[in-house]
């Protein structure tokens, strides 16, 4: 019987880390070196994807792949594509002041010639746990797959910032029956302040959240038509916004579009492992502990790149 070649990771790498201060994608938070983002490929890996397609800026490509050269090493199938301001269709033009890349939408369009059948998405600086993965792996992998795209979802209260030092955004999720995603609105500016949970929405108006809700981590699943929509999509939005330097393309407000003209079915899973990631530069040591405590356990190797030659030993 021939294996099965499991399905590949898109990793979201090109943010530009502002309030961090420093390259989330590569920080070493981890013993020898780690990063989030190599905890995240390893457990995806442990599922049974079969590579991780890292899309990043051009100017740090190169720190980028240094560090999955000496975290990570070669025994795991690792590609790399730049996601640039230019790379828009043909007929349009970013304003000559685009510096920042256009959002995570768009990250996702950049890898559309190396993605031939479904995949996986996830943030470099959020980490989700191997049950998170198995359970995106499973689903992608399920024959027929039961619906155009999946989100692993977690809980609001459990991903708000570790430190406390200031806000996140969120993607707020409405369900409807049969663990299917109604709706998911992009909030801004999520914090806990004096017992109550609020963050603005993209009009600018205060949201009260009870912190119950299911929110996205941008860990999706998706099949090949969601990128033909969202080329549709990426368009509409140049109309409107292309001219602007910092809009941004957002993954969850164009699979949102898709529901809202059902034209994409999303499937949530939710995740109940414990989330952490890093937003602020006062979330770092409380990211370092987490991972001691993960390699202390168990959960990851104290050598990262020996995690990856165990499974192809």
Known sequence: MTETKGPPLVVLAAGMSRRYGRLKQ??????CGASIMGYNILDAARAGF?????????????????????TIG???????????????????????????????GHAVLVVQDNVPGPFGVCNSDDLYGLEAFRQ??????TDPLPTEAALVGYTLSDTLSVSGAGGVARG?????????????????????VDGWIAGVDSDGEVVEL??????????????????????????RFLDRWG?????????STAINGQIQTGSTTVRVLHSGEE???????????????????????GLYPAVLADGFAELSA
Not at 50 to 70: G, P, T, Y
Not at 85 to 102: E, I, N, Q, S
């Open 210 to 235: 009870r912190g119950r809700e299911i929110v996205s981590m941008n860990l999706w699943g998706f099949t090949p038509g969601v990128l033909t929509l969202m080329r549709r999509q990426f368009r």
């Open 26 to 31: 590569i920080d070493p938070l981890g013993p």
């Open 50 to 70: 079969s590579e991780a397609i890292l899309v990043v800026r051009e100017e740090i490509r190169d720190r980028v792949r240094d560090h999955v050269a000496s």
């Open 243 to 251: 001219a602007n330097a910092e809009a941004e393309f957002l993954l």
């Open 136 to 141: 995106l792996q499973a689903h992608l992998t």
């Open 172 to 192: 707020v999720c409405v369900m409807g029956p049969d663990h299917r995603l109604e709706r998911v609105t992009e909030v801004q500016d999520i914090r806990l």
């Open 275 to 297: 989330w952490f990631g890093i937003t602020h530069a006062a979330d770092r040591d409380e990211a370092q502990e987490s991972l001691r405590g993960r390699v202390s356990r």
């Open 74 to 104: 070669d025994r795991f199938p690792v590609r790399f594509v730049s996601q640039k301001p230019l790379a828009v269709p043909p007929g349009y033009w970013p304003p000559p002041d685009r510096l920042k890349p256009w959002g995570t």
